[in-house]
């Protein structure tokens, strides 16, 4: 850990006194999204201090030139970068002519920061004493509407505390921003126009090269103790900026209040020439509804969201907290609305990384979104890729492979690779399997075959023509290999027959071949729509088979297990638990080389296969590989504990399944890897929930019914959380000694507890 | 070949007729160095069309901070960039008012470049017709003097042919210069001053934090149709420049000519206060002498070099130019008087690439120059790397090696690493025996033995510190391995167990012990000196011979040949006969991964082992190796054919040693790879050199006698060459049928021809 300024709190992030060391890193953990934009926790007034300004929007990107040190064949010439969009929560307080700074302010007392996660808002309070003396109240409380996702929504209040004073408000809109993380330092936006209407301004400006229009736009109302009262402004204006600011003298005690209404109408959902007639719309909206009944609609719409993706824990107020700001960001940056979007790796909360996709949303984030949403969230993000099945085609193509072969990018935002790490960007192929393993994921959990009639055979054609052409003959082995891969544990590189790989497209090519068969049979008409695009004859289905049959996968008689690649046992075999602690983390203390060539093992490879292919093994299988890789894992990867969490639970290695979870919980919290500034990591939070019900509560599918196999760490008194499955919402409670479940929706339903089937009746709770 | 522009002469690289798409590539091939500085061809006069200026001074380096798109443990933080320096070449040439400039003028013609080889000097001529009708004859000659080697030497005439005008020339020196080459667009140069003194002018500019002092000077005389005449001059004068105008009329027909002196004088040889004063003395050297008298010893001086250093090849002008293209090259980057200055890989003629020492030194250049110079030069870039030792043990140290282990840097300037890219950077590790076996192969050449008690064994020992350190035990194969290395074919990265390395490794383990044994012995007093810096222990010595010994070396009984690295017959097995042409070369049409999953060689990787080691291994092994490789080999480095060549001549497989051998000779002269503009191939050159007297002479070392078995191409009629062997000068001339031999200096000398004893007598030819 390497904070621990966050006061736990069931429902809330909490901050309290204010140090300008804790800004950055708060405004990353206290930021706030809605699923379409998302902001940084920025204060809305001056801030001269060290800042992070950041506010972004779903979907709208930017193609960054590539940089590298040594260029590769293959690398792509642009990228897809999150962009920092124009800003629109800017309010110049000005009182007695001295500006509120915090960092310049005489004294800040009771400062005190509020992530209200129950009711989706953040909220800031302080007394500040300016130079002049004057000492101000101040609370500021601001949501992005999940109701109206283009809009949000600020409360700001000053109340002078000692003498009368004169206050003015600027609120401002300001397309005149930058990236913090920019390859070339580009210009990013275009500002076209800068306009007012009564007490409305608007700002019109896209995105250089891809053409997004966005109309920020802002409107505001004022009061004082609670009355409305209206107020003249006068206009501050340039190419890129505008401000209106609003005057008035308030007596000592008495507070002034501005509501600020903005958001961001975009040409993603919009047409271009109408953004500003659409924003002035929202803006209407917003005025007519008024500030608190938006916050009132807001905190509905939460309390709906948190009514199916709650998990309670009794008697660990840590890991309640943790738990729930975990499903909070997931919540805050993927709702499942927009085919288009996705879950990026910093959401809405920094732009590290160029594009906003990675294989996590696949293999960690789908179960989440399955589980605790309408069965269309999940539906959408497999869509997401059928959407990008194009450019991972030419993907492919550029590497060289061919007949329509697909290989998904390592890292996207339109389907297009943003990664540049040859060993990464053309070697770690597995994520191609995990678009497939996901496919199959959905239909085991929901029950609904038809997304692969639909959409989803496409895909599976197209991988599995990828692993074929990937997978090569050899010679001397008489088998399939595959060469020159990196697995998920990324501290290898450029290995051959990594298992993980090798099992998964293994795996693919046979999974395809049944579904070709299967659509074929059951799902005539779509079969023929297929075939139309892309038909596959016997022969190409037998070659799967084939390459499937006679895939090589590295085995050790000798530990009789799989090794994670070839070579792996020529490696000196010494334990973590055998290294100087003053070599870790091995990412900062060792070069490159060094952690390449030594047995460690930055997150779950084989391990990994183990979990997404559970039944394929049996327990003492599991147990076996679990022993042997889990010694050699530095878990410096924030997707490496929860898998391990999950499969010590299975095995009853309770404290190391504890110790597992407590490393994923509270990642960004207590800051464990020292750059929660630069943003939160989003979805290793969707690996978080899987360490609670797969891990603990030991949910499965089995036979199309619910499983359950519960174990409790013992600093809990009991948790809970529900499942939505297949329309029926199931809530299942887990304490010492007795388990209860409980339908909110749905009718009777049969389930699995340790292996006996169990029956819950709508209206009832069953203990068991 | 991808241009043919370049005339075949025997001594002499000719263009003629102009055209600006071949300027910056002739800048390249008509580039001129003294060892001690150089330049690119540039034009005197100003050129706006498209050029690329450069002029360097060895060892005036600039540390670039690195930038790659992924940072990895252990990269260097800056590194030694090779540095344009400022331009003293420059004279402003204004006819009636009309700048010359060939990319405006408006006709020219009959030009011609010639770079004379044979006498060391650049010329150029042409007839150009002015805007205002003006036409002209222009003339230039220009060297770097070998005899003061911080001075050039400049006669520029013009004669106007059709009417009296009025020329004005303005020679200048300008130190408001930049690189082609730069990271993130630093500035290099600080400018300290410019001043004047009668007519000679300075600017005295110093590198920016390596602080590299440098007096830039010039002096000017003038002769009309031969006469001296003196001109009063004017000043232009910035912060960075300094022009001294000169004007006069002159008549149709007649000639006016300036004779310009400049050179660079640096803090690298001389105090740094006292620049201005040692700039002056060697101005006041040049007009004492003139410009005939310097280009008189100028042609002296190059003809000793080319008495020692020339190859004649009778019969195939293109093969004579390309050697001694090559040869000249050599000799105008590296001459061996400084034992800090080492050989770039594109010497003075261009900036690619930071840092100028590659292993290309040791392995490729070391035996040039042991035979075609006096031994002290051949010691000289030993001493070099001596000098590195202790910046090789940082560079261990970073990568977590202890104990005084050294690893050399892959490119460097200064001792400390220049490249960037981890699978070379830190695993092609390989260059670390380069530097062992360059100090066996010097002592086999020369017979100088004292050089390892003196400087060697400090660097035996600590490289062999490192090979114990890399090679690790596995359990598995109960043998040494070394894991994660990339072989000198960089088409593979990250591989286990490299024959080459992993054999040079055992090799230098086996030498290193030896080498202290023997010292310990025969030169107690130096082992005294040495032990009190770095004392080995019986038991380090019985560890480094316990690794040698139990070494692994991947090896293949059916094929009966060891393998290039652990896995290597696990790939698809198609030769480059049977790859589609369309495809190659394969580092421009596939992508990375590809290539390195392929079986294909960049360069000797398996057979550089066969012929660093050739003795260790019979001719039916060498055959059964090379017909292994050789088909899987691309040769897309610079290094790869002449190797080939060598094997193939060995092999008697004539028709395939020249095909090699035309590749490596007129590699920039012909342009294969499409990038002279960028500058030449220097290092390669002595592969050129290596290919002809060790392929086609066949000379080898054996029992401390030369030994050759001449083998000819049937295009040529004969060749001929010399070797320096321990003092003694052997000319050996090889033609059909008979070959001969003859002592330029030393006494009578026994050699071995087709392994008969052969004894040469002093004043004698010896016919055989």
């Keep these: 850990m390497n904070q621990d300024y966050i006061i736990p709190a069931p429902w809330a992030i909490l901050e309290e006194g204010f140090e300008k060391e804790h800004v950055k890193s708060s405004e990353s953990l206290f930021s706030i999204g809605n699923g379409a934009m998302g902001q940084r926790a920025n204060f809305e007034e001056d801030y001269s201090g060290k800042t992070f300004q950041g506010s972004y929007i779903g979907g709208v990107y930017y193609p960054d030139k590539t940089r590298v040190g040594w260029w590769k064949n293959g690398y792509p010439e642009y990228f897809a ?74 409360n700001y209040e000053v109340t002078p505390l000692n003498r009368d004073v004169s206050i003015s408000y600027e609120p401002y809109l300001d397309s005149g921003i930058t990236n913090e993380d920019t390859n070339w330092d580009d210009k990013f936006w275009n500002t076209l126009s800068v ?36 107020l003249t402004l006068k206009t501050n204006k340039s190419e890129t900026y505008i401000g209106h600011v609003y005057e008035t003298d308030i007596r000592e005690g008495e507070t002034f209040a501005i509501q600020k209404y903005a958001g961001y109408i975009t040409s993603l959902n919009h047409d271009k020439d109408s953004l500003k007639n659409a924003a002035n719309a929202v803006l209407d909206i917003a005025l007519n509804k008024s500030f608190r009944n938006l916050l009132n609609k807001q905190k509905e719409d939460w309390a709906d969201i948190w009514s199916m993706a709650d998990i309670v824990i009794d008697g660990d107020v ?36 160029g594009g906003s996709t990675y294989w996590d ?99 599976i054609i197209a991988v599995a023509r990828f692993w074929k052409q990937r997978a090569t003959w050899s010679d001397k082995k008489e088998q399939y290999v595959i060469l020159g891969v990196t697995g998920p544990n990324e501290y290898e590189n450029n290995v051959n027959n990594n298992f993980y790989t090798n099992y998964l497209a293994k795996w693919c090519l046979k999974y395809a071949s049944e579904q070709v068969k299967k659509v074929a049979k059951d799902y005539n008409s779509d079969y023929k729509r297929i075939a139309d695009k892309t038909s596959v004859s016997t022969e190409e289905l037998n070659m799967w088979l084939e390459v499937s049959e006679k895939m090589y996968l590295p085995f050790s008689e000798e530990n009789d297990i799989y090794l994670q690649q070839d070579g792996f046992l020529d490696k000196e075999l010494v334990t973590v638990a055998d290294l100087d602690k003053a070599e870790r983390p091995i990412n900062q203390k060792w070069s490159w080389d060094r952690i ?38 530095v878990h410096e990867s924030s997707l490496s504990p929860c898998v391990h969490a999950i499969q010590a639970a299975k095995l009853g290695q309770m404290d190391q399944a504890y110790e597992f979870y407590l490393r994923t919980s509270r990642l960004d919290l207590d800051d464990y890897n020292k750059e929660v500034h630069e943003g939160l990591h989003i979805t290793s939070m969707a690996g978080t929930w899987m360490s609670v019900v797969e891990g603990f509560g030991g949910m499965r599918i089995k036979n199309d019914m ?41 009718s009777d339903l049969t389930l699995l507890l340790n292996g006996k089937e169990i029956r819950v009746v709508a209206g009832q709770t069953t203990e068991a």
């Excluded at 209407?197 to 109302?221: D, G, P, R, W, Y």
Aim: contains cysteine; hydrophobic residues 35%.
């Design 596 to 633: 390449l060539r030594s047995p460690y093992i930055k997150q779950a490879d084989t391990l990994q296969g183990f979990y997404v292919f559970e039944d394929h093994f049996t327990e003492e299988e599991l147990k076996k590989h679990f022993d042997f890789y889990e010694p050699f894992t």
């Design 318 to 353: 840590k890991a309640q907290q943790g738990i729930r700001f975990n499903i909070f960001q997931l919540n805050q940056t993927y709702l499942g609305k927009d085919a288009r979007l996705n879950i990026g790796p910093k959401g809405f909360t920094g732009e590290k990384y």
């Design 706 to 746: 619910l499983s359950f196999d519960p174990k409790m760490p013992s600093a809990w008194d009991g948790f809970s959380f529900k499942l939505n499955f297949r329309g029926q919402i199931l809530k299942v409670s887990v304490s010492k000694g007795k388990h209860t479940f409980s339908l909110d929706k749905g």
């Design 81 to 154: 970068k999150v962009l920092n969009a124009p800003s629109w929560i800017g309010i110049k307080v000005v009182v007695d002519g001295e500006s509120l700074d915090l960092n310049t302010v005489k004294s800040v007392k009771d400062f005190r920061r509020e992530l209200n996660m129950k009711e989706g808002w953040l909220g800031r309070s302080f007394e500040a004493e300016l130079q002049n003396g004057t000492k101000l109240k101040v609370e500021s409380k601001r949501f992005l509407s999940l109701e109206h996702d283009e809009l949000g929504a600020i």
């Design 195 to 230: 306009e007012e209407q009564e007490n409305k301004a608007f700002i019109t400006a896209h995105t250089m090269k891809t053409l997004f229009h966005v109309c920020t736009a802002m409107s505001n109302t004022f009061t004082v103790d609670g009355k409305e009262i209206s």
């Design 361 to 459: 949303t696949e293999a960690y984030c789908l179960p989440f979104y399955m589980a605790t949403k309408d069965q269309e969230v999940a539906r959408n993000l497999l869509t997401y890729r059928y959407q990008h099945l194009d450019k991972a085609i030419e993907n492919a193509q550029k590497l060289g492979f061919k007949d329509g072969a697909a290989l998904y990018p390592m890292v996207t935002m339109n389907g297009e690779e943003c990664h540049n790490e040859w060993e990464i960007t053309f070697e770690e192929i597995h994520r191609n399997g995990a678009m497939i393993f996901a496919i199959s994921n959905y239909v085991r959990y929901t029950g609904d075959y038809s997304y692969i009639p639909e959409k989803g055979l496409e895909v």
